[in-house]
């Protein structure tokens, strides 16, 4: 960060460049305060009340006025935005198109639909969104759903002190973030519903009210509609397996209330820099050669949707292990034998299966690279 800027040099109109974060001075009329313009220390604290600022991300804001310009302890710079810049996702490799649709549709407030392979990395960059936010995340798994009101609360039996069963309303997640969130409606909450496609149909039916305009969803517990904040942004995931026997079963009317964005497994060189930054040890070309078995795998029809980037990164936790360091390429194959083959359909001795086909492409890749 540069030195501090002098107050002759801002002036009202000026463009320039400041991140934000959120105010926490009670009863400020202004959501966003930053201390910094172009890089350097503002003469006097930056606050914006624009509801489109992202706290933590890059922006370019216009000065509208400065408050008390003679005295040094006090007074502000009062800017609007103009843009918000591209925003850097922490830890996660991310299409420079799919990056900046999410901006948008972060911007706008739309619940999001992120679509991939199992382990493309939806979870991951769920999380990231939320801290390069400044969002409060909030994990939801919905394959643990069964009824409808299962989104907002759980029924748990216990024995009174009586011995008789009395039951419970468990508060989930969302409830209390809704209930934080009411509370507090400076943060911001990230409601992440892993897994949509796993829970019964009806109960996702139950959702769609808090997806679309209505923004309301049904709370058992006080048994009346409970309104969902503004400070709320929705994003799911869902995971179509294998493309070919993909049980993704989302109907039309329930994947309207989203944008949906594509996401797939990272390309291989990106795959390579993402398991080099966690396996710093490791010998590049070791970590290449798997991402290219890898990549050759998943070129199988069969096996397309289901080799993640997990399975690269358990073959690469052995191999950086004390136990197997001494003798990484002999046993590269039978730790990809366990790490690829072991996650896919049938045997790796039965050619016929997917784990055989995909054990013919493993040694034949490291065939090739024998050589
Ligand atoms: N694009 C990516 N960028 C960074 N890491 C990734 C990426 N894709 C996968 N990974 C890594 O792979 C592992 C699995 O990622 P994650 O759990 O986010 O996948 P997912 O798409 O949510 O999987 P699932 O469909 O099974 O829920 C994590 O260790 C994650 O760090
Ligand atoms: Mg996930």
Not at 17 to 44: C, I, M, Q, Y
Not at 179 to 193: C, I, K, N, T
Not at 315 to 322: F, K, N, S
């Amino acid at each position: 960060m540069g030195a501090k800027l002098p107050l002759e040099e801002v002036s009202t109109g000026q463009v320039r460049e400041t991140t934000f974060w959120t105010n926490a001075v009670e009863g400020s009329p202004f959501r966003f305060r930053a201390t910094h313009l172009d890089g350097r220390r503002a003469p006097k604290v930056v606050l914006c009340d624009d509801p489109g600022v992202r706290p933590g991300v890059p922006c370019t804001v216009r000065i509208k006025a400065i408050r008390k310009p003679n005295r040094d302890d006090r007074g502000a710079i009062e800017v609007e935005l103009v843009r918000v810049l591209d925003f850097a996702l922490e830890g996660v490799w991310l299409d420079p198109v799919v990056s900046r649709k999410l901006q948008v549709l972060l911007e706008s407030g739309l619940n999001i639909l992120l679509d991939g392979p199992q382990g493309c990395g939806k979870t991951t960059l769920a999380k990231s969104i939320a801290t390069t936010l400044a969002m409060e995340f909030v994990l939801f798994n919905c394959g643990a759903v069964i009824e409808a009101s299962d989104f907002l609360a759980t029924v748990q039996v216990r024995a009174s002190e009586s011995g008789h069963p009395v039951t419970d309303f468990v508060k989930t997640e969302i409830l209390t973030a809704l209930e934080e969130a009411d509370a507090s409606p400076r943060r911001r909450y990230l409601v992440f519903l892993d897994e949509l496609n796993r829970c019964p149909e009806s109960a996702r039916n139950a959702l769609m009210p808090a997806l679309d305009a209505t923004r309301r969803l049904f709370d058992p517990i006080e048994n009346r509609f409970r309104a969902i904040p503004d400070n709320v942004q929705f994003v799911a995931a869902v995971n179509r397996g294998n493309e070919f026997s993909g049980t993704f079963a989302i109907d039309p009317a329930q994947l309207d209330r989203f944008a949906p964005v594509q996401m797939d497994y990272p390309p291989p060189p990106e795959e390579v820099k993402l398991l080099t930054k966690r396996h710093p040890g490791m010998s590049a070309a070791l970590i290449e050669l798997i991402v290219k078995v890898a990549a050759r795998v998943r070129e199988q029809p069969e096996v397309g949707g289901t080799l993640s980037v997990r399975a690269t990164e358990e073959a690469c936790i052995y191999l950086d292990h004390p136990l197997f360091e001494e003798d990484q390429r002999n046993a590269l194959p039978e730790i990809l034998k366990s790490s690829f083959c072991g996650r896919l359909p049938g045997k790796w001795s039965d050619t016929a299966s997917d784990a055989g086909a995909a054990w013919a492409t493993i040694t034949a890749v490291l065939k090739e690279d024998a050589r």
